[in-house]
């Protein structure tokens, strides 16, 4: 059974296999089919019309099946490798070991922010972005720099306190733990990690950066906390409503899955804590 761990507690051994195994995807093709996916969907989620990705209350259980995917995948290389979640609201600074050169590298330079150490950085030749917005093939961040903080504990508590799944009009408007959780509304919690690490993580092709999968790893930890701390609450809406994604229809772009058969994560992987 797949564990998912605290990037924090990785030991030396299981970060050098995550990142093996990150790179092998890459040098295969299979990782930029991923940032190809999540970007096509980032394109055409709309708030007034069809939203699956993004913006919807199908945010979590898309992304679940996304990371379970891509988790799959790395498994197909290397069976031992989980993917580590990252809690940013407790690993807060650029000194995080997150971000040390053995494992994702730090912050971009100055000048264009081009990631300089760790597996990633362009100089290394093992990441070259294919999958682009712009003309810019390397890595880049700016941690901290577009915003201040990440999200504090205290935030992200009051985000799980909401009972309430999701509310019409089930969008970027919406109120409720989704879209507080997404970011959209309230305190600010996803949408601000990605505007925090900068660089490509700001953008549709997120998942050019590895950091991508942690984060969403730890989103997809604090949707498992919720329901725990809410077991009569559940994912909403649950039939009829256009554009959007309900309990007991298929997802795009597997056609093969439903939000209910997504709920309980235990039937694919635990956490360690
Ligand atoms: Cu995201």
Redesign the pocket.
Known sequence: MTVRKNQATLTADEKRRFVSAVLELKRNGRYDEFVRT?NAF?MSDTDTGERTG?RSPS?LPW?RRFLLDFERALQSVDASVALPYWDWSTDRTVRASLWAPDFLGGTGRSSDGRVMDGPFAAAAGNWPMSVRVDGRTFLRRSLGTAVRELPTPAEVESVLAMSTYDMAPYNSGSDGFRNHL?GWRGVNL??RV?VWVGGQMATGV?PNDPV?WL??AY?DKLWAEWQRRHPDAGYVPTGGTPDVVDLNETMKPWNDVRPADLLDHTKFYTFDV
């Open positions: 999540h980032i993004h945010f992304h997404e996803h949408n990605h997120s991508f984060h969403h989103i």
